[in-house]
């Protein structure tokens, strides 16, 4: 069963950083792609960023290359999303699934198994 729990949120400053975590259980971390999403308020779900846990290739959205830095952790089966220079417009909920989307994607609808996200929140 493929269960991917995101902590790290909470409420930060303009220009402040948080650092996400990914943590994946119930299946073999190395064969898959994991990609960090977001859903702000009154917004669609979109892909921020993803990673390739085999190969460690990296994608970013670009509304947030050179201030978000996604990174893995094979031994603790663990992705983490690093985010500086936080803005306003960061503010949403987090997410990370078994996927690789970047930006608005229509396919992201037909995803459910979100799980809860952690909410980030920042003041301008």
């Known amino acids: 069963d493929v269960q991917l729990q995101a902590s790290g949120g909470g409420l930060v400053q303009a220009g402040g950083s948080l650092r996400l975590s990914c943590a994946a259980s119930?299946?073999?971390?190395?064969?898959?792609?994991i990609g960090w999403f977001r859903q702000a308020p009154g917004k669609e779900r979109e892909g921020v960023s993803c990673?390739?846990?085999?190969?460690?290739?990296?994608y970013y959205e670009d509304s947030v290359k050179g201030r978000f830095t996604i990174s893995k952790d094979n031994a603790k089966n663990t992705v983490y999303l690093q985010m500086n220079s936080l803005k306003f417009e960061d503010t949403a909920v987090y997410y990370c699934?078994?996927?690789?989307?970047?930006?608005?994607?229509?396919?992201?609808?037909?995803?459910?198994?979100w799980g809860q996200g952690t909410l980030v929140t920042v003041s301008s």
């Open positions: 699934a078994p996927l690789c989307g970047l930006g608005y994607e229509p396919w992201l609808s037909l995803f459910d198994s």
């Open positions: 990673i390739s846990i085999s190969d460690g290739a990296t």
């Open positions: 119930g299946f073999t971390f190395d064969d898959y792609v």
